[in-house]
């Protein structure tokens, strides 16, 4: 029976409760990661973060008729007359950044989550091989010294692999000149653009103009259009700036762990 034929169809994901966290018992637990577990199979399908009852409101999204891949499976569960098994992973994390990354390991560590977003930090900071990791630390930092530079993590749009990464200086154009949300005042003060990926300084480009993304000129990136507001003309930085920078480490201050992927250095 599919879910669409099974909507209405009797009591059986009506009858199926969760017991919540008290107040007393949500103050002890604080910050806290979660994993929901498919009973017929014992696979986790969903790594979230939260407070309170945060990890039963998916049980009352799937009974509300909210549908993504995650909602279905808690009713296809409901439907089979059983429980998601709830698991608090790790409870009494001191801050938003510690949930992230506690969240953000445990979403590369299960395959095939319902997850419909990567945890923070996941591609700049997440899994990769001891040979890559390596490559990435064993490198001396980039000197950006008085440099007016604008830094762009790419990480997200960056294989996993670092052997399937782009080589040439007009693929890595491609994957950063457009959809950026930026201080656009600031940005145009830059010397140059610095993109880099997994903490390792992967293109260096002097900068023409900066569009907005619904210019005619980005016409052949159709994800560019609506989707942040700017991107650039540019070319390949010098030799010298190239040579000295491409390749090596970001320092550790301007790496970016959450948020925005743009930051400002001498700016």
């Not at 009591?11 to 009973?39: H, K, Q, W």
């Not at 990791?133 to 996993?160: E, G, M, N, T, V």
Request: hydrophobic share 35%; charged share 30%.
């Amino acid at each position: 029976m599919s879910l669409d034929d099974a909507k209405g169809a009797g009591p059986a994901s009506e009858e199926i409760t969760y017991d919540r966290f008290s107040e007393s018992v949500s103050g002890e637990l604080g910050r806290y990661v979660y994993r929901l577990i498919d009973p017929r199979d014992g696979e986790t399908f969903y790594v979230g973060r939260g407070v309170n009852n945060r990890i039963f409101d998916h049980m009352d999204e799937a009974a509300d008729g909210k549908r993504s891949a995650k909602t279905n499976r808690i009713r296809e569960i409901h439907l089979s007359g059983k429980r998601v098994v709830t698991i608090i992973h790790r409870h009494n994390l001191r801050d938003e950044d510690e949930t992230a990354t506690v969240e953000a390991a445990l979403i590369q560590a299960f395959p095939d989550l319902t997850n419909q977003v990567a945890g923070e930090g996941t591609k700049e900071f997440g899994a990769r091989s001891t040979d890559e990791a390596i490559r990435s630390y064993d490198q001396p930092p980039a000197r950006f010294y008085d440099h007016k530079c604008l830094l762009l993590s790419i990480s997200d749009h960056w294989p996993q692999d670092d052997d399937d990464a782009p080589i040439s200086w007009s693929d890595l154009y491609a994957r950063t000149r457009h959809g950026w949300s930026l201080d656009l005042k600031r940005a145009e003060k830059a010397d140059c653009v610095v993109s880099h990926a997994k903490g390792i300084v992967r293109a260096v480009f002097t900068v023409d103009s900066w569009l907005p993304c619904d210019d005619p000129i980005f016409c052949a990136y159709p994800d560019a259009k609506g989707k942040k507001p700017y991107g650039f003309v540019g070319r390949p930085a010098g030799g010298k700036t190239w040579r000295d920078w491409v390749g090596r480490r970001v320092p550790d201050r301007f790496r970016t762990r959450f948020g925005n992927p743009v930051r400002y250095v001498n700016i």
